[in-house]
């Protein structure tokens, strides 16, 4: 019988790791401090990488790390010792590469299973066994692909790892191959520090055959025109599997806490209800990502060239979303006592939501609360960010649960 498809998730840091493998997780992964895209992601030091694979594997979840930058000679050196630190020391699942040196540096230095990167652009059967052929175990396909191409893909090179992205931000060029941001401001895409100039508002002039300028408006306004919608899946995640794929990978490792554990969850549902053998898609699924901020959702590639229905030309109502996190569960003290840490100012009496790892949200009223830092005593009826207080709940909840507010309904 072939392997349940993997669902993996982005984890910038400690926290959403732990949130991501609470939400259903099969995998994570994760940025070293060292040869990682994501320079401003709070990426992981080595006794962090040694302490998240170590809390991985006593769930029997695995942490995969990214190798992904396109370095320059320079930064060739000091590759090999990371490498063997990654495979003794830390002991990961494996390692993510977009770059040929960085594959044979990885192949001379250890065993590690390696991904090739979707930085690598893979869109063709050709390219994916070549990349097999020089010793991945697993290739990111492009963003670029579609359903067909996949299925072609996976025909044509049976016995390789496919790991397709199913959620999460696009780029309006191929795969990060972009020099926007580099150009504009000096942030450079291909290490992880794009300032997502392809968001920022343009005015953009057509000039004619006599030389006169035009500007072209969108809306009546300067436009968006490089703005993609964000992927989203889960209204067809039945057929990404069943073009027989291995790994399904959750964008986004600089997002928030409330977009791990809810993209998770939400897949992790659609897949278990895959794998009962009676897949329907279930309309809540997406009125639960549309809880979390996010641009207007799209289909990516996967059935079509995206056209001028896949873009934000508007950014007035480019984001959206219908409910905000102000809490976390922080610890659970007794059947109706709680240590809530304060996300957003929260207000004695106001109607909240709880959103767990399974089932339902439920709602509750907020009570009065103590705060537990030292020297505070009392009970206070507002609560800031970065606080933590205690409140008894006649409710249920449990570490972890996110505690969120209605926007809109
Ligand atoms: S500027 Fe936009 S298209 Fe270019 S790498 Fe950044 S997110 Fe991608």
């Known amino acids: 019988m072939k392997k349940r498809v993997e669902l993996l998730a982005p984890a910038g840091n400690f926290e959403k790791l732990e949130m991501a493998f ?21 990426n992981f030091d080595r006794d962090e990488l040694v302490e998240a694979v170590k809390y991985a594997h006593q769930r029997d979840k695995k942490v995969w790390v990214a190798l992904n930058i396109i370095p320059h000679n320079d930064e060739m050196d000091a590759l090999p010792e990371y ?16 770059d040929l040196g960085v594959l044979e540096i990885v192949k001379e230095n250890s065993k590690l299973h390696i991904s090739a990167s979707t930085q690598a652009s893979n869109t063709n059967w050709r390219s994916v066994k070549m990349w097999q052929e020089m010793g991945a175990s697993r290739v990111v396909l492009a963003r670029e692909v579609s359903l067909e191409n996949i299925k072609e893909i996976r025909s044509k090179v049976p016995d390789i790892e496919i790991e397709v992205f199913i959620h999460g931000a696009m780029c309006m ?4 191959r972009c020099l926007l941001s580099n150009y504009m401001i000096g942030r450079d895409a291909n290490r992880g520090d794009c300032a997502q100039s392809c968001r920022w508002k343009y005015n953009v002039m057509e000039e004619n055959n006599s030389g006169q300028k035009e500007p072209i408006y969108s809306q009546d306004e300067p436009t968006h025109i490089f703005n993609s919608k964000d992927l989203c899946t889960i209204e067809f ?23 791990v554990a809810t993209t998770v969850k939400v897949y992790r549902e659609a897949i278990n209800r ?71 100012k929260i207000f004695a009496g106001e109607e909240l939501e709880v959103a767990s790892n399974k089932g339902e ?49």
């Open 83 to 98: 490498v063997r630190f990654l495979e003794q020391t830390a002991g990961v699942d494996g390692v993510i590469v977009a």
């Open 237 to 259: 995640i039945d057929k990404i599997i069943d073009a027989g794929v291995d790994s399904l990978k959750i964008e986004g490792r600089m997002k928030g806490i409330y977009y």
């Open 22 to 42: 609470h939400y259903g997780a099969d995998a994570v992964f994760l940025g070293g401090k060292e040869f990682s895209l994501r320079a401003g992601g709070h």
């Open 274 to 344: 895959y794998y009962s053998g009676n897949f329907t898609y279930d309309r809540k699924w997406l009125e639960e990502l549309e809880t979390m901020s996010h641009r207007k959702y799209t289909t990516g590639f996967y059935f079509n060239k995206p056209d001028s229905e896949s873009q934000n030309y508007n950014n007035r109502n480019s984001y959206s979303q219908s409910h905000k996190l102000v809490a976390k569960v922080a610890e659970k003290i007794s059947d109706n006592e709680y240590i809530l840490e304060v996300r957003n």
């Open 173 to 176: 060029s191929v795969s990060g």
């Open 361 to 409: 949200p439920i709602i509750i009223i907020l009570p009065d609360m103590r705060m537990t830092k030292k020297g505070i005593t009392g009970i206070v009826y507002e609560a800031n960010p970065n606080s933590m207080v205690r409140v008894k709940v006649d409710a249920d909840m449990n570490r972890l649960d996110m505690i969120r507010r209605v926007l809109k309904k």
